[in-house]
């Protein structure tokens, strides 16, 4: 997600489950959990149903399967609101508004219950304990109520934002299942790559944008339904509007959308678009998917990304659209991709994705940024930054593995995550060398695409072993904290 620093500084200044057999295969190569999804939007609120093939990949018997509820962090009375104070003004358009997600049924298990720190999990148990290397269908009918707020999950000015709007599977890792809490710093969102299938039906008055290929859309009366495939993809999101023009071309390969309607630019900014995924295409290898749509919506930040699908704030004009476009067609590489756990470790995909921007533009002269403006700005940014908080607070906590919790302010997430964040991989590309650099992007782009990688598995990408000696003490020396760059 782009958020951008002006912004910031104005704000701050049953029965059995059903059993398959399966196993865990390694990154992009293992078998995939399933979803199936039939969603309805009117009014408001989004009735749907998913039916979840769920692979146990947890080495042992299972007796539950967790989920995670992101609609509930909307709800009034949440422990972690999904907006932070600075950022309410511009996302509660019309004053406080809440929403929330509804279970109203859970087949295919033995019980349920709506739990976690902040009503933010839904525990699923099974009559009897799925078997390692087996699979449980578990089919979940849920109703989310929208708040009006330009944010990712609800009702903004001139659109409907449908991010994170249906139970997601939590992460099994060292043990157990990994609870996402909804911090308003950050993207608080860790999930597993698998495959989709979404029906989806609106009032026909709606142009529609989704993750994944729409195979089909049938015109019913004053209804329109889509149906949609995606492969290999960590989430699928939806957002609609009645005012959309929609522009697209080709880029290797790739059906590039743009919906847009406050964009005076906007066959510039769809060649923009298309050549960043030329670009990322080339440079780290083949976009993963067959469509790739970036949408104009109302959102409080700069933008978010999600697999083949990009929200762009309706707030931005001119370079600063085209860059923040830029930045979330990088995360089709550095998140949708190659998945990370951005509670913990978000520089590995906010600052690389930044740092990928920065090399779009230096090969792109005449696009109104260069690699050094953008870079040099970062620099100053953060040295800035630390300044600031040693003549406030005697110092500033520079450590970057951190959980998003854990972060002062949004102020001090962006200078780490994103300009600190930067600062590392250029500093990896002086230690390992151009060529080693490069390629060492590639190898990481391959590997683990599909799958989750942590800062090691970036280290160990680069050939060589003095180079990855010195990609180890690189991140190393950042992560740990230094007081300015």
């Given at each position: 997600?782009?958020k ?7 704000a ?6 059903v059993?398959?057999?399966?196993c865990?295969?390694?990154?992009g ?7 199936v999804?039939?969603a ?7 009735t749907?149903?998913?039916e979840?093939l769920?692979?146990?990949?947890t080495?042992a018997?299972?007796?539950y399967v967790?989920f995670?509820?992101y609609?509930n ?14 950022f309410?003004a ?13 279970i109203?049924s859970v087949?295919?298990v033995a ?8 009503e933010?999990?839904?525990r699923?148990?099974f009559s009897?304990?799925?078997p390692a290397?087996e699979s ?6 849920f109703?989310l109520t929208?708040?009006g707020v330009?944010h990712?999950?609800?009702?903004a ?7 994170n709007?249906?139970p ?8 157990a299942?990994a ?5 308003s710093?950050?993207?608080p ?8 299938s ?5 009032g026909?008055q709606?142009?529609?944008a ?8 049938t ?6 339904t ?6 290999n ?12 023009t929609?522009?697209?071309t080709?880029?290797?390969?790739v ?12 066959a510039?900014?769809?060649?923009l678009?298309?050549?960043a995924v030329?670009?990322?295409?080339d440079t780290f290898?083949?976009?993963p ?6 949408v104009q919506?109302?959102f409080c930040?700069?933008g978010?990304e ?6 762009l704030?309706d707030?931005?004009s ?6 923040t ?7 089709q590489?550095?998140?949708?991709a190659?998945?990370s756990d951005?509670r913990t470790?978000a520089?590995l995909?906010e600052g690389?994705?930044e740092y990928?921007?920065a090399?779009?533009?230096?090969a792109?002269?005449g ?6 403006s953008l870079?040099?700005g970062a ?6 930054f630390?300044?600031v ?7 500033a906590?520079t ?12 102020l001090?997430y962006?200078n780490i ?5 930067m ?5 990896l590309?002086?230690?390992?060398g ?8 590639k190898n990481y ?7 989750i990688?942590?800062?090691e598995h970036?280290a ?6 003095a180079?990855?000696?010195a990609a180890?003490?690189?991140i190393r ?9």
């Open positions: 997600m782009r951008w620093l002006c912004f910031l500084l104005a701050l200044f049953l029965p059995l489950p059993l398959f057999s399966g865990a295969g390694q990154a190569a293992r078998v995939r959990d399933e979803y999804i039939e309805a939007y009117e009014d408001g609120t989004l749907a149903a998913q979840v769920w692979h146990n990949r080495g018997d299972a007796g967790l995670n509820l609609g962090a909307y709800r009034e009375g949440a422990k972690y609101a999904p907006v932070s104070r600075s309410s511009s996302a509660y358009y019309a004053g406080r508004s809440y929403g929330n997600m509804e109203t087949s295919g019980g349920w219950e709506v739990c976690g720190e902040d933010n999990i839904l699923a148990e009897e304990p799925v290397g449980a269908r578990i089919r979940i009918e109703t929208l708040a330009n990712r999950t609800g009702i000015r001139r659109s409907v934002n449908l991010g709007f249906y997601v599977l939590c992460v099994y890792e060292e043990g299942f609870e996402c809490v909804y911090d710093c950050g993207d969102f860790y999930s597993e790559c698998a495959d989709y979404v029906t989806f039906t609106a026909a709606y142009a529609v989704a993750s994944g290929e729409c195979v089909s859309a015109l019913s009366g004053a209804k329109k889509y149906e949609y495939a995606l492969e993809a960590r989430d699928f999101a939806i957002v609609l509007g009645e005012d959309y929609v522009l697209q080709n880029a290797c390969g059906n590039v959308m743009y919906y847009h309607y406050a964009d005076e630019s906007a510039a900014t769809l060649q678009i298309a050549d030329t670009y990322f295409n290898g083949k976009f998917y067959k469509t790739y749509s970036a919506t109302g930040y700069g978010m999600y697999p083949a699908l990009a929200m704030s707030s931005l001119g370079e600063e659209l085209g860059y476009a830029v930045h979330e067609t990088a995360h590489w550095w998140y949708a190659v998945g951005q470790y520089w995909d690389l994705a990928s921007s090399l779009f533009y230096g792109h002269e696009r109104g940024y260069t690699f050094s870079f040099e620099r100053a940014a953060y040295n800035a630390c300044s908080q040693k003549q406030l607070f005697g110092g906590d450590s970057m593995n951190r959980r998003l919790g854990e972060y002062s302010s949004e001090e962006v995550a994103y300009h600190k964040g600062m590392l991989f250029d500093s590309r002086a230690a390992v151009e060529k080693r650099f490069f390629a060492g992007l782009y391959a590997n683990f695409s599909g799958g990688a942590r800062p970036l160990a990408s680069f050939s060589g072993r180079a990855k000696k180890q003490s690189v020396a950042y992560t740990a904290g230094e007081p300015s760059l």
